[in-house]
T-cell receptor, first 113, second 111 residues
Framework: EAGVTQFPSHSVIEKGQTVTLRCDPI?????LYWYRRVMGKEIKFLLH????????ESGMPNNRFLAERTGGTYSTLKVQPAELEDSGVYFC???????????FGQGTRLTVV | GQNIDQPTEMTATEGAIVQINCTYQ??????LFWYQQHAGEAPTFLSY????GLEEKGRFSSFLSRSKGYSYLLLKELQMKDSASYLC????????????FGDGTTLTVKP
């Protein structure tokens, strides 16, 4: 069974540009989560999808971040326009049911210069 | 809110035993996870405690005391491959995916 996969693994963009991160959850996992870890800080929750619906987006930092999960399969996280403080590692995780542990992808390292 | 504390770094010798502590103050508690993360890789699930006591799984054990807001991860017979970051995460609701993470403890195992 394939794990959670994220693309790209690394991205370097200039301030003001747009970047789209993609996450493919484990097949059959309705729950999909986005997290991020900025330099020197802890992993922080961004949002949670159940299938295609946003269940909880309380962790999204501001309206420059847009997450979608059309069709309830893969998800994208777009940052537009990117700022320097957006640099960090963005993790995606998925779970079959909400009250079990989530399986993480390897993350996308985003560097905004 | 949530506050989770764990040591930043630890060093231990191959073959030894090491204990990584985690203390938490949370508005709700519905279990505690430990994850292992090697550099550049995904965090991988190690253990989950929701009741007080010790859970043993091979070389790894995890302990929880809810009254003290305290957990530890015990690693026995350390191997070089155990060098990694160990993340403590508290689940404050029924939504396990929305866990709050500590900063992680970087463990270095030396020969």
């Amino acid at each position: 069974e394939a794990g959670v996969t994220q693309f790209p693994s690394h991205s370097v963009i200039e301030k003001g540009q747009t970047v789209t991160l993609r996450c493919d959850p484990i097949s059959g996992h309705d729950n999909l989560y986005w997290y991020r870890r900025v330099m020197g800080k802890e992993i922080k929750f961004l949002l949670h999808f159940v299938k295609e619906s946003k269940q909880d987006e309380s962790g999204m930092p501001n309206n420059r971040f847009l997450a979608e999960r059309t069709g309830g399969t893969y998800s994208t996280l777009k940052v537009q326009p990117a700022e320097l403080e957006d640099s960090g590692v963005y993790f995606c995780a998925s779970a079959r049911v909400m009250n079990t542990e989530a399986f993480f992808g390897q993350g996308t390292r985003l560097t905004v210069v | 809110g949530q506050n989770i504390d764990q040591p930043t770094e630890m060093t231990a010798t191959e073959g030894a035993i090491v204990q990584i502590n985690c203390t938490y103050q949370t508005s709700g508690f519905n279990g505690l996870f430990w994850y292992q993360q090697h550099a550049g890789e995904a965090p991988t699930f190690l253990s989950y405690n929701v009741l007080d006591g010790l859970e043993e799984k091979g070389r790894f054990s995890s302990f929880l005391s809810r009254s003290k807001g305290y957990s530890y991860l015990l690693l026995k017979e350390l191997q070089m491959k155990d060098s990694a970051s160990y993340l403590c995460a508290v689940r404050d609701s029924t939504n396990a995916g929305k866990s709050t993470f500590g900063d992680g403890t970087t463990l270095t195992v030396k020969p």
